[in-house]
């Protein structure tokens, strides 16, 4: 088998491999009971564009236009493989791919929203820096390949909360308003296409009402009544899905949560977790030979050292208890930069067990730091 465009991606059981013009597919071997799905797509390389909403009518004189969202086409190069690096206790990944699954199917299957009732929104809650934004940008991006033969177009809308709150009275529930007219009416252009709409800190947009200090309807009562109505309007629409994020459960609004299909706690990754994200790291430092295994007059690497290795990350990953993944993934950079201080130079190549050493102390002092803040 030839493929004669390029560049293509074939994707087996969440294994990405590339393939080049006129590269030729290995050899699979197949058996009476083999079963297996090909999904083929191109990941696009186009910048993201901002899709901005007009000054609204009552406002001051120097209103500017507002960028709302961010518009990202699927299934984009930025994304590619971000799905299987992301690592998470249990079942996480494989519950919010199957519920994005299911909710789109019923609605193209017009199930009655009076009997069945489902609002296409999912909300990922827990501590900052365990994932939960980039879950969902890696589900929309799995969600594109998966289901390019129902929606052969998709695209990322990344709502700007910030933007949408004016300094005019009155003006923020308007601006929701008109964004959620905008995002109905790229629905309804192009019924063909899969929207998927990250709200990111979603206590920004839906701030809770009932911890208004005034009777009197405030802006922010006012934004999270428009945000509630375009979330309602958006239920007709079979092609969108929503994904919200939130820290501060506590602090978004209970009719917000009361709409959300599915509610998934993310929480600091567990030991295996922080093992495979240790793991994973180290294995990437070696590809590019910015770590290296033995010294180069060794003769090999035996079974005895790499089980010496297996138990070194395990001692880290144990040692590691209470950082964040998107602190694990910073440590590497870390302890390079605290090698390259100790010698005063930039080193090209530094043996496993030295980067060891200074990882280990690189986790000491992040432990350390976070101990002093909470006291702070």
Not at 67 to 82: M, W, Y
Not at 132 to 145: E, G, M, N, Y
Not at 272 to 281: G, N, P, T
Not at 313 to 328: F, K
Request: proline share 4%; aromatic share 6%; with cysteine.
């Amino acid at each position: 088998m030839t493929f004669q465009q390029a560049p293509l991606q074939l994707c087996y059981g969440g294994d990405y491999t590339i393939y080049s013009e006129g590269t030729t597919v290995p050899s699979i071997l197949l058996t009476e009971t083999t079963s297996f799905e090909v999904y083929t797509f191109l990941l696009s390389t186009e910048e993201p564009s901002i899709e901005e909403l007009e000054p609204s009518e009552g406002g001051g004189s120097d209103q500017e236009w507002t960028a709302a969202c961010e518009n990202l086409t699927l299934p984009h190069v930025s994304l590619h493989t971000s799905w299987e690096s992301l690592l998470f206790e249990g079942s996480i990944k494989q519950q919010l791919f199957y519920y994005a699954i299911s909710a789109l199917h019923f609605a193209d299957k017009q199930v009655s929203g009076h009997l069945v009732h489902w609002n296409r929104l999912l909300l990922l809650w827990g501590p900052p820096g365990t994932g939960k934004t980039s879950l969902c940008r890696a589900l929309a991006q799995k969600l594109a390949i998966r289901m390019n033969r129902r929606f052969p177009r998709a695209c990322l809308l990344e709502i700007h909360s910030h933007s949408l709150f004016s300094k005019w009275f009155s003006t923020s529930g308007k601006l929701i308003r008109k964004l959620f007219d905008l995002i109905q009416e790229m629905l309804q252009e192009d019924p063909e296409r899969l929207v998927c709409v990250l709200m990111d800190e979603i206590e920004s947009l839906a701030a809770s009402r009932s911890a208004a200090s005034s009777s009197e309807p405030t802006d922010a009562m006012r934004a999270v009544n428009s945000l509630l109505t375009g979330l309602d309007r958006l239920r007709h629409c079979p092609n969108v899905l929503l994904l919200a994020t939130t820290n501060l459960t506590q602090s978004v609004d209970t009719a917000f949560l009361d709409r959300a299909d599915v509610k998934v706690y993310i929480g600091p990754p567990s030991l295996e977790a922080r093992c495979a994200m240790l793991h994973s790291s180290l294995n990437e430092l070696l590809r590019v030979k910015i770590v290296r295994m033995t010294e180069e007059t060794d003769p090999d690497v035996n079974t005895m050292t790499n089980s010496m290795y297996q138990q070194r990350v395990l001692s880290l990953a144990l040692l590691a208890d209470g950082l964040s993944g998107r602190s694990l993934r910073r440590l590497p950079l870390q302890a390079h930069a605290h090698v390259a201080s100790s010698s005063s130079t930039v080193v090209d190549s530094i043996l496993m067990d030295v980067f060891m050493n200074a990882l280990e102390q690189t986790i000491r002092m992040e432990l350390q730091s976070l101990k002093m803040m909470s006291k702070g």
